[in-house]
């Protein structure tokens, strides 16, 4: 089992910045790659940027160049640096945690980020 425990949302203008923190806890050998989801009302949960263990990153089209995903594998803890917030950004950020075996994904409780305008 693996636990996540997400910090770090919050109210931001749009033009700001904000930097969430996944804590890993558990079976943290297990995990194989670590992302960041959000869900905005009315829409589906989309992927927005992930790392493997070799740091390996994928980052959705919409936030390239302004979010960057981190990794330290020794605190077990992702990090999403988030600049250049835009209104759009709005929505409920999720750490997600997937296995090497099976594999098994884990979900954090969930972080609200808004952006007003």
């Known amino acids: 089992q693996v636990q996540l425990v997400e910090s770090g949302g919050g109210l931001v203008q749009a033009g700001g910045s904000l930097r969430l923190s996944c804590a890993a806890s558990g079976s943290i050998l297990s995990i194989n790659t670590m992302g960041w989801y959000r869900q905005a009302p009315g829409n589906q949960r989309e992927l927005v940027a992930s790392i493997t263990r070799d740091s390996r990153t994928n980052y959705v089209d919409s936030v390239k160049g302004r979010f960057t995903i981190s990794r330290d594998n020794a605190k077990n803890t992702v990090y999403l640096q988030m600049n250049s917030l835009k209104p759009e950004d709005t929505a409920v950020y999720y750490c997600?945690?997937?296995?090497?075996?099976?594999?098994?994904?884990?979900w954090g409780q969930g972080t609200q980020v808004t952006v007003s305008s």
């Open positions: 997600n945690a997937v296995t090497y075996i099976l594999p098994v994904a884990y």
